[in-house]
């Protein structure tokens, strides 16, 4: 069902779940179909009321069109007919010439429903059709009629269709030609024969509605699907095709009565199977499974292109559509022909895509077939078997069960016929087709069968023999798949490992590897146990790797893959044994269990659950109680952020009681596609194990295998199989080998642990239910004596399936084979003398029943074994020196012999005749093997009797292997692998855990042991300690969270706990394993003991010795050297005076290139690492207080261009208003304007640094490496000076010289006099005898390199504000890179200095504006000619301005002029000079480092400039009335007052141009203006307080109240008790005290006259009023700005896209197709077309350097997505827009509604208020202005 978006948004959809796509082909609105959806559903257009009292249309008014129309349609049939017999091309071409005529069509049908009855009766009409295309004799255009007929049946005749199948004959549409008797039933036929052009296809739909025409098109449709299959398998563009197709049938095939009518009279179902089976018929191949001379199966060719495109997926789609109406999939399972067909056609997927293993070589080309064939399955097979199954719900339905069944066995069992497979022992080994889409239904069927309808497992079984052949091939998939993860199919190249994963991927393992699972478990429970365990060793070739024989090797399998495929067997079983997919587990508690493994693997967000839950091909089951269990089972982490700044997705985590119940590790095995995954999942519980206290930090813990639950009825446990004999024997020699090291690992231990609990924990079920285990009669002629044991034949070890019994049965040895033949080492290949396991690696020697004892041999003896029956010992002193004997060196430690348990100490009365290795522990505590000495050579003895292995160049599964003597000559065909010696001696009972007997002639291995012993031998191996097993039987803790020694003693405490004799066995093997070794252990202890305490004493005593010894001569030291000490002490104490005199050092920096630490020198400069950009951040404050928002209605888009005023604008504004009214003069800042104000606030150059140094040199050189490495896709511009911070690999693109000044206090100026009157004098004499700094050349051009980079850094048109660049202007630049510096820092701090610890304020980066000072103030020095050669005429034309300009100020005269100061035309009024800029330019002309007291007087009187400025601002801002109230109360009266009565006769207050009405009284205080004042002079304060700090290299004031930050400030920069706007006796001391109708001489003060001052300031504003009312009043009206940030975004997300999708560009006019929203400005951009290009810049780059000054924030519309621009790069920043999971949804795919993460759209503003988009994002990639 789909729904336009108008139709959504005025439907009733409230708690329903949906997608929002953006369809790309048109189609059918489905809102008023009640076929499709409910009417509670419908918009209020389509409801059952809106057809209410609507007024039919008249006749008349549609006459025309009802005799225009079929003409209409006429002509383009014609067209149709014309262009057919043209070339393919030609036919597009010709399609696209009717686009118009299809256009106007399609405006036709828009027009209503009367116009689109009209087109619907002219197209289905078929007596028109008739009288309009036959030839007719009396027409007058017969001949062309008669010529368009003959192209009409070429046409026809150009798609054939393929064989009907018998049965058939009578479907016309399948059989016969074509026949059309409409105008609808020809123009279909276009349709397909000209491969659905887009245009015909969404006229066709538009015009669905129509009841009458939906029927007719459906049948025409219908008509022509069997030629829609041949155009689809001819189209060169069968992807687009197949999509349009699709794009029709659904709207037809979803509404279940059409489609029912179309298959009950129409075949339907008949047409579409008969349609794939032609199509894939006609690519079918012999099959090469099994034995190919006898198999006449036939399979498709995968390689085809008809797979590899799925040009099958249009037929199969809408076969699944049709199937998912209940009606029609019953219609279906009640026609054995269809049925019997339908499994003809999935035959030829049957055992497709074979693969063959490779041995020799690596596959040349890797085959990508395998994702066809999975494909294909899954679509083809797998969906149509899912909607069947969906509907067989009930015991009514078992029959449609049934029959499907019957058909599948007859087509399963025509299928072993058809490949000559009849017996279950037939098969290649290297073979496997991952494809039994027979099996599948088979096992699906019955699944559903026995699970929901009720039916017994015998009514749906096969005969016995057929379900053997049945398990064969899912079993041999089984162990190829284990294999193929084993690595012995690495030859075959990474595609046959993508095979295995895809197997068992989310969307293919309900179908594939479950249904085979599920079979294989139904197998195990009818077939034989013995019989099935042994199959199942047999297929994965272990039974040879499980004998104990020392020459015994696999055939089959390398010694690599040995011990991996043995692990992957057990693990095998334990998933068949445990999996309850479909034969124990509901609904609820199968998705519950997925969940957890999925979650268990790795956190995961909502959608990647949705997604990879495992699913049924469209099924809905899943989902069901999809928010239930992921509540239960796991916990939400909301969104957050990284350290490095990375955004996290909203994830859900496990809780914790699902790692401590829930956690599978099988079933994790089960679904993880790659096995890291389940390594991950190990981590992961470990990890929680150790938080939550369950295990210590070295505990070594097993996975927790689950126990399984019970099956449901009437399945038969499959946990049967491991209750037999067979596979107990099999257990014991697992057991065997891993206590002896021989073939093992740590996960294989756990793994047969885990199974032998299994057989308990069902044998005692078993019983508890009065079930009877199979007992020896049922076994007659099978069971051996107990002494004999045969070697691999596991079914005659046990008498009887008890595992207690057989737990309890001891067995002594094992018969082996016959003896291979030896040897000689002279006739192998040299090659092969490499390794010997049998010797080295500790496994059973030879030993010779009735022999005499042997003794201990002595070091270097070797055994030599003969056939004859003889052992010799040969001295290593009597071999033969040969080339092959080894060295000294090479000659390993030797062997000892055990002692026997009645006499350790005696040789001769050990009970067991054999030679075991002598165990020594290594350094590290691991033991280490000896091995033999080479044997003295006898060729007549040893030709052809050696036991050996092969060495051919494989590395075996021991993980300790040591290197085998050379001289041994080892056979290819005894490829044993073994691991080394068994357990510590120290760990077990003397004599009890040797190593295996082994008889030569009649050959046994002495094993001596039960499962009992092994299991207690291995708990004391496991926790190194003897006898560490302690009985607990009452022990009935159900947790599964330990290491191995735990899960061991839990088996054994269940086996004495279940049954008596077991009971008794482990208590009896306990006491007769340890209790001799306590004893001995005891009395050895007590030796131990004091031979401890004797050592400890000795050790006391001698370091007592020591220690008087140590201070003996610490005494005599002290005193020889004691005249010495005085000497040095005297010689200390003149060396500090000397060091006082010494002047202070220089602050050394440490060079991050070169690691020296030196301070930045004149002949070599150190530099900081800088970043540079231009910045309009401090341009984007507006005068609004309240946030603006991204407009998404147009009446929003006019109020935002309404209230957005920006400082930018403000400043642009007022630059023009100095510049109409005040001179420039380009040659010197005298009467400039330029001097007034600072640029910067849009285009300003930002510096910042990430605090580390390097030396100017070392940056060159570091710059040249970078330029000569050639990096693909590298993002540094390195010949622009971009390159990586060495250290912290931040991005720099330049170096900011450190001056040598910094940190020198000999270059401090220092004023002479403490008289603070004389400051005045003294900062004029500075400024007359400023002088350029005198740097070394490599610093001067470094400062010099460092004002360029600047520069270069901003474009062009920020760089000054008139067309010709002059000495001014560029001081003015110089000057504002200063303030935009200090303004940024400003807002970084939240645009106050008041700090509150709740404030989430910025971190501000580290501060470089001290060098930054210096190299400004350098340039500065410059400009205005200071000094030196620079004061002939001066590049700034003198310094007499910047003294003029200090005059006004301080209201003193310019040293060597005479009267007062007086104003001036053409210059610009101080008060309407920016007091910050003012500041600014005398510190950077003063020298860079003076006394704090230049530095108050120069920020005092600056700042009385400001506060008469604010103060005139004020007065500005009130009427009449209010001035006069202003000027008589409150604590700024004196001073508003003198103001007041300086301006109150010029045109200054007229409000000539600006009303400003009287407002209420009770609306205005007193209290406004005074509040107003401090506002406007805050300004001035916390940059005056910014820049004191850094200059004197201290903290900034620390404020905590708002209120206080004003008097704060002033007292921080000393000017609270001299000039103040809080402190009001100091102003009225000020000023005086005035009233409006007095005036009286001023208060003097030692700041000067600021009555005076004020008067003369005021005067120059009265005076320039009179010329420019307008202008002045503008320039000193006041306007504060708040913050800059980005526009607020609507909290849906849905708001933005439905204004801006469709929305027309402001340059182009036309809807971009990916339109772009500024969230600086709101201003939408095209991004990606050239239609807004202007210079080769796209819209998106230009809008960035226009808005941004090259940077620019842009939300993409169409993606959600944020993009963020910085100059020439770009990168793809996130998304703002999470959906209710706190996920995002890029180029909206999922479509789920979007929601505003207030958290990253704050961290959004935060990096661009910050400047810090290159440090925290990574991902930039070059632009190149296309955006």
């Given amino acids: 069902m789909s729904l336009c978006a108008q139709c959504f948004q005025e439907g009733d959809h409230e708690g329903h779940d949906f997608n929002m796509f953006r369809s790309q082909a048109g189609g059918a609105c489905d809102c008023g179909n009640s076929a499709v959806m409910k009417e509670t559903g419908f918009c209020h257009r389509h409801g059952s009321q809106a057809q209410l009292n609507k007024p039919e249309v008249p006749p008349d008014l549609l006459a025309i069109a009802d005799a225009m129309m079929p003409r209409i349609f006429l002509r383009f049939i014609q067209h149709c007919r014309e262009s057919s017999s043209l070339p393919s091309k030609q036919v597009q071409e010709a399609m696209e010439d009717s686009s118009l005529y299809l256009d106007l069509l399609q405006d036709l049908s828009r027009l209503g429903a009367a116009m689109r009855r009209t087109m619907t009766k002219s197209l289905c009409n078929p007596k028109v059709y008739s009288e309009l295309t036959q030839p007719s004799s009396h027409h007058v255009n017969n001949e062309y009629l008669s010529q368009s007929k003959v192209y009409y049946e070429e046409a026809i005749n150009s798609i054939p269709f393929g064989d009907v199948p018998p049965g058939y004959e009578d479907i016309a549409t399948l059989n016969g030609p074509l026949i059309h008797k409409t105008f609808l039933d020809e123009i279909v036929f276009w349709t397909v024969k000209f491969e659905f052009p887009q245009k015909l296809v969404c006229l066709l739909l538009n015009m669905l509605p129509d009841t009458e025409y939906e029927d007719a098109f459906a049948r025409a449709f219908v008509q022509h699907y069997s030629r829609i299959s041949v155009m689809l398998v001819q189209s060169r563009d069968s992807e687009t095709l197949s999509n349009r197709v699709v794009h029709v049938s659904v709207q037809l095939f979803s509404d279940q009565d059409l489609a029912y009518r179309m298959t009950d009279s129409f075949h339907l179902l008949h047409i579409m199977i008969v349609s794939l089976k032609n199509m894939m018929k006609n690519i079918c191949i012999p099959s090469t499974l099994h034995d190919k001379r006898r198999n006449t199966h036939k399979v498709v060719k995968c390689e085809d292109h008809v797979m590899k495109n799925h040009c099958y997926w249009p037929l199969v789609s809408d076969l699944n559509n049709v199937l998912s109406h209940k009606p029609i999939a019953v219609k279906f399972m009640s026609d054995p022909i269809l049925i019997q067909e339908w499994f003809s056609f999935l035959s030829m997927f049957q055992g497709m895509n074979v693969n063959v293993r490779e041995l020799t070589h690596h596959v040349e080309f890797e085959p990508q077939t395998y994702y066809a064939a999975f494909s294909a399955e899954l679509e083809a097979s797998a969906s149509p078997m899912w909607a069947l199954v969906s509907h067989l719900k009930d015991s009514e339905t078992k029959h449609y069960t049934f029959s499907v069944l019957r058909q599948c066995l007859h087509a399963l ?188 693997m790795g956190d995961k967000t909502h959608s990647q659950l949705m997604e990879y839950m495992p699913e049924k091909c469209g099924s809905a089951a899943q989902s069901r109680d999809f928010e239930a269990v992921l509540s239960r089972v796991s916990s939400y982490r909301a969104p957050n952020f990284e350290a490095s700044g990375t955004m996290q997705q909203g994830m859900y985590i496990p809780r914790n009681h699902v790692w401590e119940n829930l956690y599978d590790p099988v079933y994790v095995l089960l679904r993880a596609v790659q096995r890291k995954d389940f390594q991950a999942s190990l981590d992961r519980f470990k990890l929680f194990c150790k938080q939550s206290g369950n295990i210590s930090n070295s505990g070594n813990l097993w996975p927790p295998f689950r126990l399984p639950s019970s099956v449901r009825s009437p399945y038969t446990d499959p946990q049967r199989i491991i209750g037999c004999r067979s596979f107990h024997a099999v257990i014991l020699v697992l057991l065997y080998n891993a206590l002896n090291e021989i073939t093992t690992n740590d996960h294989l231990l756990s793994l047969t642990i885990y199974l032998l609990e299994l057989t308990v924990e069902y044998q005692a079920k078993h019983q508890a239910q009065g079930g009877e285990v199979m007992a020896a009669p049922f076994y007659e002629g099978i069971t051996e004596p107990d002494d004999d044991k045969p070697d691999g034949q596991f079914s005659k070890w046990f008498a009887s399936d008890d595992i207690f019994t057989n737990a309890n049965t001891v067995v002594s040895k094992v018969h082996l084979n016959p003896t291979p033949s030896i040897s000689s080492c002279s006739d192998g290949d040299p090659s092969d003398l490499e390794d010997m396991d049998e010797i080295e690696a500790g496994v059973p020697r030879l030993a010779l029943p009735g022999a005499p004892q042997p003794r201990p041999l002595p070091l270097g003896s070797e055994v030599v074994v003969y056939q004859q029956n003889v052992s010799a010992i040969v001295p290593s002193g009597e071999v033969p020196t040969t080339p ?75 993980r300790n292997r040591s290197r085998l003597n050379p001289s041994f000559a080892l056979k290819p065909h005894f490829n044993r692998s073994r691991r080394p010696a068994g357990p510590s001696k120290a760990l077990l009972p003397p004599g009890s855990t040797s190593p295996p007997q082994l008889h030569a002639g009649d050959q046994y291995v002495a094993i001596e042991d039960s499962i009992i012993s092994l299991l207690i031998k291995l708990h004391s191996k496991l926790t190194g300690k003897p006898n560490s097993y302690r009985p607990n039987f009452e022990e009935m803790s159900d947790s599964r969270i330990g290491d191995g020694p735990f899960f061991i003693a839990k088996l054994l405490n269940k086996l004495g706990r279940h049954d008596l004799s077991a009971k008794k066995c482990i208590l009896d093997t306990i006491s007769r394993l340890y209790c001799k070794r306590e004893e001995d252990s005891s009395a050895s202890s007590e030796e131990e003991a004091r031979a401890r305490e004797e050592k400890r004493k000795r050790a006391k005593e001698r370091q007592k010795r020591v220690m008087a010894e140590f201070a003996n001569r610490q005494r005599q030291f002290m005193e020889q050297n004691k005249a010495e000490a005085a000497e040095a002490e005297a010689g200390g104490n003149d060396a500090m005076e000397v060091e006082e005199q010494e002047p202070e050092r220089h602050k050394e920096y440490d060079c991050v290139i070169c690691n020296q630490s030196i301070p930045s020198t004149p002949e070599r400069p150190v530099g900081l690492v800088v970043l540079l950009q231009a910045t309009s951040v401090l341009g984007h404050r507006t005068s609004s207080q309240k946030p603006l928002s991204v407009p998404t209605s147009d009446s929003e888009r006019i109020r935002l261009k309404q209230r957005r005023y920006t400082l930018g604008q403000y400043m642009e504004e007022r630059a023009d208003t100095l510049n109409r009214h005040f001179d420039i003069h380009y040659h010197c800042l005298q009467n400039s304007w330029l001097a007034s104000m600072n640029i910067g606030w849009e285009g300003g150059v930002h510096v910042q640094t990430c605090g580390h140094h390097l030396h100017l040199d070392c940056h060159q050189s570091y710059l040249l490496a970078l330029r000569s490495q050639h990096r693909p896709n590298n993002t540094l511009n390195v010949d622009k000076g971009e390159y990586w911070c060495p250290l912290c690999r931040q991005l720099g693109n330049s170096v900011l010289p450190i001056s040598p000044e910094i940190g020198d206090l000999s270059a401090l100026v220092k004023h002479p006099s403490t008289c603070d009157s004389d400051l005045f004098e003294e900062v004029d004499r500075l400024l007359n005898d400023l002088t350029v700094p005198t740097f070394s050349t490599s610093l001067t051009n470094a400062m010099a390199h460092m004002m360029e980079d600047m520069t270069v850094t901003t474009y062009a048109k920020y760089r000054n504000v008139s067309t010709n660049p002059s000495t001014p202007s560029l001081f003015m630049f110089v000057s504002s890179i200063l303030r935009t510096n200090l303004e940024v820092e400003l807002v970084q701090r939240g645009g106050s200095l008041v700090y509150q610890a709740q404030d989430a304020k910025m971190d501000v980066k580290r501060s470089c504006l001290m060098p930054l000072l210096h190299v400004l103030g350098f340039h500065s020095k410059i400009l205005n000619g200071g000094g030196g050669d620079f004061n002939a005429g001066g590049i700034g034309g003198g310094l007499h301005w910047i003294r003029q300009t200090w005059a006004s100020i301080s209201q003193r005269p310019v040293t060597g002029s005479e009267g007062a100061v007086t104003p001036r035309e053409r210059e610009v009024p101080l008060l309407l000079r920016d007091p910050v800029t003012l500041l600014l330019q005398l510190v950077l002309l003063l020298p860079s480092r003076i006394d704090q007291g230049y530095l108050r007087c120069v920020v005092a009187n600056v700042y009385r400039v400001a506060v008469v400025g604010a103060a005139v601002s004020a007065l500005r801002a009130l009427n009449e009335s209010q001035r006069d109230q202003a000027t008589n109360t409150g604590p700024l009266a004196p001073l508003l007052a003198l103001a007041h009565n300086t301006l109150r006769d010029s045109p200054f207050f007229c409000d000539d141009q600006v009303s400003l009405p009287d407002q209420p009284q009770d609306s205005w205080t007193v209290n406004d203006v005074t509040c107003q004042v401090r506002e406007t002079c805050l300004q001035f304060l916390r940059i005056a307080a910014l820049l004191k700090a850094h200059l004197a290299e201290e903290n900034s004031p620390v404020i905590a109240d708002p209120i206080a930050e004003c008097g704060a400030l002033e007292q921080y920069l000393g000017v609270w008790d001299t000039c103040s706007v809080v402190n009001s006796t100091i102003m009225g001391n000020m000023c005086g005290t005035y009233r409006a109708s007095e005036v009286s001489s001023p208060v003097e003060t030692r700041l000067g006259d600021l009555a005076g001052g004020t008067r003369v300031w005021c005067s120059e504003v009265a005076a320039f009023a009179s010329q420019a009312q307008v202008a002045a009043s503008t320039l000193l009206t006041s306007v504060h700005f708040s913050q800059p940030r980005l526009l607020k975004l609507p909290h849906s997300y849905d708001a933005i896209f439905q204004y801006y999708h469709r929305r027309q560009c402001s340059q182009c006019n036309s809807i971009p197709k990916d339109p772009s929203v500024c969230l600086l400005c709101g201003t939408i951009v095209c991004l990606r077309e050239t239609c807004c290009k202007q210079q080769e810049v796209c819209e998106c780059v230009q809008h960035a350097i226009d808005c941004g000054a090259g940077t620019a924030i842009f939300l993409v519309i169409n993606s959600s997505t944020v993009i963020v621009i910085r100059g020439p790069r770009v990168c793809l920043w996130g998304c703002v827009h999470l959906d209710s999971f706190g996920e995002e949804d890029r180029e909206l795919k999922r479509g789920k509604p979007l929601y505003l993460s207030e958290d990253r759209y704050h961290l959004l503003e935060q990096q661009w208020l910050s400047h810090g988009f290159d440090h925290t994002n990574k991902r930039w990639i070059w632009h190149r202005d296309i955006l």
Avoid at 418 to 428: E, L, P, Y
Avoid at 485 to 504: C, D, E, F, H, P
Avoid at 510 to 530: H, K, W
Avoid at 915 to 930: M, T, Y
Wanted: glycine share 6%; net charge negative.
């Fill in 413 to 600: 069992s025509n299928w072993f016929n058809a490949v000559g497979f009849a017996r279950s022992d037939m098969g290649d080994p290297y073979q496997v087709s991952f494809h039994l889409p027979l099996h599948r239904y088979y096992s699906v069927f019955m699944c559903q069968a026995v699970k929901a309808q009720g039916a017994q497992l015998a009514d749906v079984l096969p005969p016995q023999d057929l379900l053997h052949l049945i398990m064969v091939h899912p079993l041999r998939l089984q162990a190829a798949f284990y294999e193929i993860l084993s690595g012995m199919w690495v030859r075959n190249g990474l595609q046959i490992k993508g095979q295995a994963m895809t197997y068992i991927q989310c969307h293919f393992c309900n179908s594939m590897v479950d249904a085979d699972l599920y079979l294989l478990q139904i197998c195990a429970g009818e077939l034989p146990p013995d019989n099935f365990i042994m199959t199942v060793l047999d297929r994965f070739h272990v039974l040879e790797s499980l004998s104990l024989s020392p020459r015994a090797s696999n055939s089959f399998l390398d010694s690599e893959h040995e011990v991996g495929i043995l692990e992957s067997c057990l693990t095998f079983l334990a998933t068949l044994m445990t999996v309850r997919t479909n034969i124990g587990l509901s609904e609820s508690e199968l998705a519950q269990l997925e969940m957890v493994t999925l979650l268990c």
């Fill in 884 to 958: 092959d004997t080894p060295t000294q060196d090479q000659v390993s430690p030797p062997l000892a012999l055990p002692p026997p348990i009645g006499s350790p100490a005696s040789p001769v009365s050990s009970p067991v005749n054999m030679l075991v290795p002598l165990v020594e522990s290594s350094s590290d505590g691991i033991s280490s093997q000896a091995s033999l000495p080479a044997p003295t050579q006898y060729p007549s003895l040893l030709a052809g009797t050696e036991v050996g292995r092969r060495g051919n160049g494989r590395s075996g599964s021991s």
